[in-house]
């Protein structure tokens, strides 16, 4: 069992729709990362958290440390949102433990 | 605009040659950098923590003589991928951080490495 779980694996989507993004870990953490790669392979790091709720734009992600979730939310979805999204987790050390990714598209 | 750049973005090698990848941090000071390895549709692995003006640490399984890092400076860390064969063919990607706990991470852009 992966110590970082992402689900779903996979997510389409109509334009507009709200998406919900799961991550569950299993370990100890300071901090946990959402991170949006896109086709070409660039990583962009959209939150860093440890508790609460951050909100960036459309994006939304909340962490609730006692029950080891996170949560990625878009709302207004558009097709240029179209993107692996990964949520990684720091174990205590600078060290990142990534889950496997969820792939999303969204159709226009 | 981009804070760490990854340098060459593509390259595509011949078997047993060696290739050298340069990770920047542009506008801060990265004491520690990290270099990751992505096979196609799965999630990244850190296969080393590179830290300025010392050996760097590598992760179990990863050969240090295959994989040589140098981290000669506060701003660049490089990674030479040696007498390369098919099998190393894959995207690599660094990321460093800020000097300070709760900066964020900054990702370079990966470089896709093919050995022919």
């Known amino acids: 069992k992966n110590e970082v779980e992402q689900s779903p694996q996979n997510l389409t989507a109509q334009e507009g729709e709200f998406i919900t993004i799961n991550c569950s870990y299993s370990?100890?953490?300071?901090?946990l990362h959402w991170l949006q790669q896109h086709p070409g392979g660039g990583i962009v790091s959209l939150f860093m958290l440890s508790s609460g709720k951050k909100k960036h734009g459309r994006l939304i992600a909340t962490i609730n440390i006692q029950e080891k979730h996170s949560s990625l939310h878009i709302t207004a979805s558009h097709p240029r949102d179209s993107a692996v999204y990964i949520c990684a987790a720091h174990h205590n050390t600078d060290k990142l433990i990534f889950g496997t990714g969820t792939r999303l598209q969204v159709f226009p | 605009g981009a804070v760490v750049s990854q340098h060459p973005s593509r390259v595509i090698c011949k078997s047993g040659t060696s290739v050298k990848i340069e990770c920047r941090s542009l506008d801060f000071q990265a004491t520690t950098m990290f270099w990751y390895r992505q096979f196609p549709k799965q999630s990244l692995m850190l296969m080393a923590t590179?830290?300025?003006?010392?050996?760097?640490?590598?992760e179990q399984g990863v050969e240090k003589d295959k994989f040589l890092i140098n981290h000669a400076s506060l701003t660049l860390s490089t990674l030479t991928v040696t007498s390369a064969h098919p099998e190393d063919s894959s995207f690599y990607i660094c990321?460093?951080?800020?000097?300070?706990?709760?900066?964020?991470?900054?990702f370079g852009n990966g470089t896709r490495l093919t050995v022919t």
């Open positions: 590179s830290n300025e003006g010392s050996k760097a640490t590598y």
């Open positions: 370990v100890g953490i300071s901090a």
């Open positions: 990321s460093a951080r800020d000097q300070g706990g709760n900066s964020p991470l900054h």
